[in-house]
T-cell receptor, first 114, second 112 residues
Framework: QKEVEQNSGPLSVPEGAIASLNCTYS??????FFWYRQYSGKSPELIMS????GDKEDGRFTAQLNKASQYVSLLIRDSQPSDSATYLC??????????????FGQGTRLTINP | DGGITQSPKYLFRKEGQNVTLSCEQN?????MYWYRQDPGQGLRLIYY???????QKGDIAEGYSVSREKKESFPLTVTSAQKNPTAFYLC???????????FGDGTRLSIL
């Protein structure tokens, strides 16, 4: 089992709808979770961090964390064509302060259709 | 303007040649990282460093070497032992003890 798993997609969503991206992880003691957006040919850009169970909202983005079920998700409301990108889930598998290794999923390619 | 600078943007390697990718940051971050990304794949950790003069191997360190002589700089050398070096190389940094990681613009390495 991979440490961090994402559906590679492509995920196609109509403009204005909600895009839902999911990520599961294998290490139960993981403490920190991140979503990065990567446009084609560019480097990843951090869009959300979440550290505790529940929802965290930032503008049109909501991250959801469920440590008991070992999944983290990203919701994008009112999807725009500019949201079309690959979304990478990253997990700190140990959570020991200073040991800041991140494990990345393979990414989900999202396409927003006008 | 604070950030992470990677150079060059594109690099070509000849057979048997070592090449060095530069990564400089002015964010005063303690930790720095090198990742490799292949087409359609996620990021794989090559090496990371949490303090000057110390670094650790990541998941795919074979064929690569690094140094950390200054806090601001973490160059990556792709040696001739790395038989499949064609990839997108990303450097990242983070504040010690605080996440997350921020990335440079990357270097694309190809074989001539």
């Amino acid at each position: 089992q991979k440490e961090v798993e994402q559906n590679s997609g492509p995920l196609s969503v109509p403009e204005g709808a909600i895009a839902s991206l999911n990520c599961t992880y294998s290490d139960r003691v993981s403490q920190s979770f991140f979503w990065y957006r990567q446009y084609s040919g560019k480097s990843p850009e951090l869009i959300m961090s979440i550290y505790s169970n529940g929802d965290k909202e930032d503008g049109r983005f909501t991250a959801q964390l469920n440590k008991a079920s070992q999944y983290v998700s990203l919701l994008i409301r009112d999807s725009q064509p500019s949201d079309s990108a690959t979304y990478l889930c990253a997990v700190n598998p140990v959570g020991i302060q200073g040991a800041q290794k991140l494990v990345f999923g393979q990414g989900t390619r999202l396409t927003i259709n006008p | 303007d604070g950030g992470i600078t990677q150079s060059p943007k594109y690099l070509f390697r000849k057979e048997g040649q070592n090449v060095t990718l530069s990564c400089e940051q002015n964010l005063n971050h303690d930790a720095m990282y090198w990742y490799r990304q292949d087409p359609g794949q996620g990021l794989r950790l090559i090496y990371y460093s949490q303090i000057v003069n110390d670094f650790q191997k990541g998941d795919i360190a074979e064929g690569y070497s690094v140094s950390r002589e200054k806090k601001e700089s973490f160059p990556l050398t792709v040696t001739s032992a790395q038989k499949n070096p064609t990839a997108f190389y990303l450097c990242a940094s983070s504040i010690e003890g605080v996440q997350p990681q921020h990335f440079g613009d990357g270097t694309r390495l190809s074989i001539l």
